[in-house]
């Protein structure tokens, strides 16, 4: 699709996303088996009927405000901004002040409360970073349902914090040892499980990925991140920002951010992928960048793959990004042109990560690292006056050994 001129972008912003089938533009949609179509059918429906409630609304916004400890703040990131030439500033919207540490408890809450409405027996989940792994124990453990959480190999050995924690909140947890024993191959391993049993089984996906209706879903869950944060901004500076950056994995904290600046064309969007430690095959995990049109998990989005349309291997410094595929609703706003993608590599996540805890007292996700990379980047070149504002999607408690281990420190 090509980029669309600003009139035609205000129509195209103004139809319904998704669409009824699902779709974003040519993306989204369900690529599934009709038994499954059924399965996911009956989720929008459960979904779209309780979230008119008002028992659900209000059960979710007192969860928000007296579990999870929203809203949560936007701050004015001074000694960062100057290290960074001093001439713009960047503001932090605080996701890791949340429990559980990071956006994910924001859908993992409404995913949980949905799959309790629906009657489900068991929730399943894959988890990269452990960030939705621990989100998704910790909405279980509340609403008393058992959870069962698929994690690569990999990823166990390098976010053992959260390990522990899921274990302590009574989650099952499933070590994946095969393919690249990483978040993909972790989604696969979910995903069978699930399919044992689908009618009885709630697969609580991590990101706005997956069939429709998780996309919209995980979107709406997150999209309180965005309200808060255009209502504070206004209120702090009586205008919006220039800029809201986000990193992207699947793309659910981006999404969530987005969702509310989407009419306000003044400000740009602003995606980040990790470019990784190369751009060679498996070397990187910046789908959007680098990637083109393709279906996997279900969904048609924009994916890393083969000449036979096969997922490629992925790599992030960040277990949390590694995926090869990325949210429906992102690829469309990439060609729209609404939002922009970019991509940084893990030394410079590595270097925003020191910077942020040094200049400021704050240790981030290395995920988030890749999205204040880009902001530091962009303050260094910016015009005078310009406001970043970067969500900040969670804290690196959980990374912090790594990066011990990794600068020798
Ligand atoms: C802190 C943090 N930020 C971002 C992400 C990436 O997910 P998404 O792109 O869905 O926000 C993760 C995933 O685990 C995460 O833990």
């Not at 008119?52 to 209000?58: F, K, R, V």
């Not at 699930?194 to 919209?216: C, E, R």
């Not at 992030?316 to 060609?335: C, E, F, R, T």
């Amino acid at each position: 699709m090509n980029k669309a001129p600003e009139t035609d972008l205000h129509a195209l912003l103004d139809q319904p996303m998704p669409d009824r089938d699902g779709h974003f533009g040519p993306y989204g949609g369900q690529a599934v088996p009709p038994q499954l179509k059924a399965i996911m059918d009956s989720i929008a429906e459960a979904y779209l009927a309780i979230r008119e409630t008002q028992a659900y609304q209000d059960e979710l916004a007192e969860l928000y405000t007296h579990y999870v400890g929203r809203p949560s703040p936007i701050y004015l990131a001074r000694r960062l901004s100057e290290h960074c030439g001093g001439h713009a500033e960047i503001y932090l919207k605080r996701e890791d002040l949340n429990h559980t540490g990071a956006h994910k408890i924001n859908h993992a809450l409404g995913e949980a409360l949905l799959a309790k409405h629906m009657g489900k027996t068991k929730v399943i989940a894959e988890t990269g970073a452990g960030q939705h792994g621990v989100a998704m124990a910790t909405a279980c453990a509340l609403v008393g349902l058992p959870c069962e959480i698929h994690m690569g190999e990999i990823d166990i050995a390098k976010e053992h914090p959260n390990v522990v924690k899921m274990k302590i909140l009574g989650a099952t947890l499933i070590s994946v040892d095969r393919g690249t024993r990483t978040l993909k191959d972790a989604v696969d391993s979910a995903f069978e499980e699930y399919m044992k049993d689908p009618d009885n089984f709630f697969y609580a996906i991590g990101s706005v990925v997956g069939p429709h209706p998780f996309p919209m879903m995980v979107r709406d869950f997150q999209s309180v991140v965005g309200r808060e944060a255009r209502e504070q901004f206004l209120a702090m500076k009586g205008e919006l920002p220039d800029y809201v950056v986000a990193c992207v994995g699947g793309g659910s904290n981006a999404m969530g951010l987005f969702t509310a600046f989407l009419h306000d064309l003044d400000v740009k969007m602003v995606g980040v992928e990790p470019s990784g430690r190369g751009l060679g095959l498996g070397e990187h995990a910046a789908t959007l960048t680098y990637g083109k049109p393709g279906t996997m998990h279900g969904f048609h989005s924009y994916m890393l793959q083969d000449d036979e349309g096969q997922p490629q291997p992925v790599y992030s410094i960040a277990s949390g990004l590694d995926y090869p595929s990325v949210g429906p609703q992102h690829s469309y706003l990439k060609d729209i042109g609404r939002a922009e993608y970019h991509a940084m590599d893990d030394e410079a996540c590595l270097k925003a990560f020191m910077d942020l805890s040094r200049f400021e007292g704050i240790i981030p996700a290395l995920e988030s690292s890749h999205a204040l990379a880009w902001a530091m980047q962009a303050a260094r070149e910016a015009e005078p006056g310009t406001r970043i504002l970067v969500n900040l999607s969670g804290r690196g408690d959980k990374d912090a050994d790594f990066v011990a281990d990794k600068l020798a420190l």
